[in-house]
């Protein structure tokens, strides 16, 4: 099991920007996947940025040039800073790792579905106001 423990929601003003952070509890330096996702109240989970061990990236169209998906392998964390928010960016994030390892698999998807990933952070939640 990996525990993924995250950090840095908060409420700020539209056009603002914050940083969100997820530690992965693991030693595990095999193939991954991670991604943010969010929900908004009254909306379904959605995918925002994912990221794989080798570097490659992607993004939803909604947040394309203002967040930035990356990972510090040193300090094993997964950051999403986001700038230039706006109101419809309101919701609770979500961290989540997807380790093929674990699975008995070879390589991980680097999809934004929700059922290819089996580990989830217990999410932190991002208000921004007008």
């Known amino acids: 099991h990996v525990q993924l423990v995250e950090s840095g929601g908060g409420s700020v003003q539209s056009g603002g920007s914050l940083r969100l952070s997820c530690a992965p509890r693991?030693?595990?330096?095999?193939?991954?996947?991670m991604a943010w996702f969010r929900q908004a109240p009254g909306k379904e989970r959605e995918g925002v940025a994912n990221?794989?061990?080798?570097?490659?990236?992607g993004y939803t169209d909604a947040v394309k040039g203002r967040f930035t998906i990356s990972r510090d392998d040193a300090m094993n964390t997964l950051y999403l800073q986001m700038t230039d928010l706006k109101p419809q960016d309101t919701a609770m994030y979500y961290c989540?790792?997807?380790?093929?390892?674990?699975?008995?698999?070879?390589?991980?998807?680097?999809?934004?579905?929700?059922?290819?990933?089996?580990?989830w952070g217990q999410g932190t939640q991002v208000t921004v106001s007008s």
């Open positions: 989540a790792a997807e380790y093929p390892a674990y699975k008995g698999s070879s390589a991980c998807h680097l999809s934004f579905r929700e059922e290819d990933y089996e580990f």
């Open positions: 990221i794989r061990n080798d570097g490659y990236k």
């Open positions: 693991t030693t595990t330096r095999s193939e991954y996947c």
